[in-house]
Nanobody, 125 residues
């Protein structure tokens, strides 16, 4: 059974940083494409970033470019999301997700087979 467990969320002031982690089990992590998504209250879940199998390829949503960095450690079965220069509008529950292929549908929630339970990020102004 696949489990994805996020951690690292919390309350931070605007301009601050957080690093989210997602620990995976029950799948061949080195063959999983890993993504981060977020969902604010009353809004749809949206794509944040995705990283390929080896970590050499990644892709970001426009709002994340230059502020967020996705990375992975296949030895630890963990994917990370470093978030800098946080803004109040970044407040959301953040979810990691896994799928098998890195392709043009990386930002589509429907293409991810496995999801974590989420970790809350709150940015105060």
């Amino acid at each position: 059974q696949v489990h994805l467990v996020e951690s690292g969320g919390g309350l931070v002031q605007a301009g601050g940083s957080l690093r989210l982690s997602c620990a995976a089990s029950g799948l061949t992590f080195s063959r999983a494409v890993m993504g981060w998504f977020r969902q604010a209250p009353g809004k749809e879940r949206e794509f944040v970033a995705v990283i390929g199998w080896t970590g050499s390829v990644s892709f970001y949503a426009g709002f994340a470019k230059g502020r967020f960095t996705i990375s992975r450690d296949n030895a630890k079965n963990t994917v990370y999301l470093q978030m800098n220069s946080l803004k109040p509008e970044d407040t959301a529950a953040y979810y990691c997700a896994a799928k098998l292929t890195f392709d043009g549908s990386n930002s589509d929630t429907g293409t991810y087979a496995y999801w974590g339970q989420g970790t809350q990020v709150t940015v105060s102004s």
